[in-house]
């Protein structure tokens, strides 16, 4: 993990629905929600964000967020959020809240 990822998991960390499982990965943080990703860190410290496949384009339109790329490969179902568009706790929790209310559709792992 990079310090720019691990600040920003310090940011995250306290707005994660409790009870979830935190682990590394993509060189950041991924929190886990019934097997499946909810939100972790990048290793430049963006925020890395489930989204509904169908519904990409609506998140992509929120300040700072951009496709999220696995070497030249855009990743469906994922976006980041770039630090700079997350001043605040309460712009980190409607990310949190987001990916929630996806994730929470989806069966468990």
Do not use: C
């Not at 682990?23 to 489930?50: D, E, P, Q, W």
């Not at 770039?82 to 792992?109: C, E, F, H, N």
């Amino acid at each position: 993990m990079t310090a720019a990822s691990d600040t920003m998991g310090e940011r995250l960390r306290p707005l994660v629905p409790s009870g979830l499982e935190e682990k590394r990965m993509f060189g950041g943080l991924g929190f886990m929600m019934n097997g499946n990703m909810l939100i972790g860190t990048t290793a430049k410290g963006a925020l890395l964000v489930r989204v509904d496949p169908d519904k990409m384009q609506e998140a992509l339109e929120r300040p700072g967020a951009h496709l999220m790329y696995m070497g030249t490969k855009a990743m469906t179902g994922f976006i980041a959020v770039d630090q700079a568009a997350l001043p605040d706790a309460a712009s980190i929790r409607w990310w949190v809240d987001y990916a929630t209310g996806y994730v929470a559709t989806l069966p468990a792992k």
